[in-house]
Nanobody
Framework: QLQLVESGGGLVQPGGSLRLSCVAS????????IGWFRQAPGKEREGVSC????????YYADSVKGRFTNSRDNAKSTVYLQMDNLKPEDTAVYYC?????????????????WGQGTQVTVSS
């Protein structure tokens, strides 16, 4: 069974940090790029970051550049999204998704597998 499972979400104050994890099972993460997406209530899903399967190259949306770090550990079949200096506008459900292409991959419809999402809430 092919599966992605996110964890690490929660409630954090503005300026705080969280680290999300995305664990893959049932397939080899080595051959897939992993994208992180988020969706806030009433808003469309937006791409946040992508880490490529080829060389670990990373890409970020302008809104998170300099604050989020996307990394992968293929041996652990895990991808991490380190989120620092969080802002209230970062509040959303965060999803990881896998695609058998190199980053950047524009458009969520092109991704093959999705996790169930983890809630991140930034509030004082």
């Amino acid at each position: 069974q092919l599966q992605l499972v996110e964890s690490g979400g929660g409630l954090v104050q503005p300026g705080g940090s969280l680290r999300l994890s995305c664990v893959a099972s049932g397939f080899s993460l080595t051959y897939y790029s992993i994208g992180w997406f988020r969706q806030a209530p009433g808003k469309e899903r937006e791409g946040v970051s992508c880490v490529s399967s080829s060389d670990g190259s990373t890409y970020y949306a302008d809104s998170v550049k300099g604050r989020f770090t996307n990394s992968r550990d293929n041996a652990k079949s895990t991808v991490y999204l380190q989120m620092d200096n969080l802002k209230p506008e970062d509040t959303a459900v965060y999803y990881c998704a896998a695609v058998a292409k190199y980053c950047p991959v524009v458009g969520s419809a092109r991704y093959d597998y999705w996790g169930q999402g983890t809630q991140v809430t930034v509030s004082s």
